[in-house]
């Protein structure tokens, strides 16, 4: 793919404002709106695909996601960190799953304090069924790629997230 083919509009248009932006930092700023707005567009497919489709959001699927990858289920402490959400943002979320069934709360053993989430066998399999759903419509998205460029593609991004970790801040905390 060349720089030339766009498909959807980028943020800011792909648009820098600042002049005094030296080539390498205003290349990296582009670069970075570009990953930006293509997550944006991908996530915004996915989530209307998932209220459509299933009458769910996002947040719901990716809890189901992670506690399908849990057989024993994951504390509310776990799970808040495995979707790098605070507890707070997942408790309403977790009371929504309990109320339609797909998941069910038990006390830790030994730790009455401690709640455990895991996915009801019915939440278990309405899951399975979105997410392979949900694969078909990112494999859908990603289709203009060549298996080759995929791979390349995802093995820069690996380098980009290792250079992002190097680059650490207290904004990270």
Same mark, same amino acid.
């Given at each position: 793919?060349?720089?030339?083919?766009?498909?959807?509009?980028?943020?800011?248009?792909?648009?820098?404002?600042d002049?005094? *932006?030296?080539?390498?930092?205003?290349?990296?700023?582009?670069?970075?709106?570009?990953? *930006?707005?293509?997550?944006?567009?991908?996530?915004?497919?996915?989530?209307?695909?998932?209220?459509?489709?299933?009458? $769910?959001?996002?947040? %719901?699927?990716?809890?189901?996601?992670?506690?399908d990858?849990?057989?024993?289920?994951?504390?509310?402490?776990?799970?808040? %960190?495995? &979707?790098?959400?605070?507890?707070?943002?997942?408790?309403?979320?977790?009371?929504? *799953?309990?109320?339609?069934?797909?998941?069910r &709360?038990?006390?830790?053993?030994?730790? %009455?304090? $401690?709640?455990?989430?895991q996915? $009801?066998?019915?939440? %278990?399999?309405?899951?399975?069924?979105?997410?392979?759903?949900?694969?078909?419509?990112i494999?859908?998205?990603?289709?203009?790629? $060549?298996?080759?460029?995929?791979?390349? &593609? *995802?093995?820069?991004?690996?380098?980009?997230?290792a250079?992002?970790?190097?680059?650490?801040?207290?904004?990270?905390?």
């Amino acid at each position: 793919m060349t720089d030339s083919i766009v498909t959807f509009r980028e943020k800011h248009d792909g648009e820098l404002g600042d002049a005094a *932006l030296d080539s390498e930092t205003r290349e990296a700023v582009r670069l970075w709106l570009r990953l *930006l707005s293509c997550t944006m567009v991908i996530e915004k497919r996915v989530r209307r695909g998932l209220a459509e489709q299933f009458q $769910t959001t996002l947040p %719901r699927f990716d809890i189901l996601a992670a506690l399908d990858r849990a057989e024993q289920g994951l504390s509310m402490g776990a799970l808040g %960190r495995a &979707l790098l959400v605070s507890n707070g943002n997942i408790t309403g979320l977790v009371q929504t *799953l309990v109320r339609d069934g797909d998941v069910r &709360l038990s006390n830790a053993p030994g730790d %009455r304090r $401690t709640a455990i989430v895991q996915l $009801t066998p019915e939440g %278990r399999e309405r899951f399975r069924a979105m997410a392979a759903t949900h694969h078909g419509w990112i494999a859908e998205l990603l289709g203009g790629l $060549t298996g080759p460029d995929r791979a390349a &593609l *995802l093995k820069q991004l690996g380098g980009l997230q290792a250079s992002i970790a190097a680059a650490g801040t207290e904004f990270d905390q």
